[in-house]
């Protein structure tokens, strides 16, 4: 498996896990609801569900970064480039990937620090008292996971910037 390869798994997978969460937090809010509506009848809302809502949210908003990363899925204006030459549109690819490595490597940092507060001060979330540290750990993976797929799209684009050729392209099986 080459690195291209590498990657681009990286970021599937983290991608599908997300998408795997947000079907379990749908599930879980319907039942919730139902449960509310039920209350007459003897059932009621899952306890801590805005609880666990939040917590895996935040883990699938950042494991959708990886993949949104190699497959050049962020919001991009070409208006004022689109008639610039193809090196200057490279250089400027290159100048965005920067700018997006960057400030990925600032998100995961500052997660990393959140992390590690959470954990030394041992909060836990009002009902269902589970570690708050955990939601952020959690996010952190796709963080990291961000970066490391970052700096090799970063270099990918440089690559193109260098030799000319844009064959990097979206990964595989994008859909635009």
Partial sequence: MGLRSSME?????????????????????CV????????PLGFGPVPGDF???????????????????????HAAVDLFTSFLPDGANRFIDVVGELVMTIVLFVIAWRLAIGTEDKLRYGETTF????PVW?????SLVGALAGCV????VLYE???ELVTGRSDFGPATGAIH
Avoid: D, N
Avoid at 18 to 26: N, P, Q, S
Avoid at 52 to 67: D, I, K, M, T
Avoid at 134 to 138: E, F, I, L, P, T
């Fill in 149 to 152: 797929v970052s700096v090799y």
């Fill in 134 to 138: 955990w939601a952020y750990a959690a």
């Fill in 32 to 39: 919730s609801i139902a449960g509310r509506a039920m209350i």
């Fill in 157 to 159: 684009r440089i690559r």
């Fill in 9 to 29: 798994w990286l970021a599937r997978a983290l991608a599908l896990a997300g998408g795997l969460v947000l079907v379990v937090i749908t599930i879980l809010t």
């Fill in 51 to 73: 609880e666990l809502v939040e917590a895996a949210a935040g883990f699938a908003v950042f494991s959708f970064l990886p993949w949104c990363q190699i497959s050049r899925g």
């Fill in 127 to 130: 009902i269902l008292q589970f």
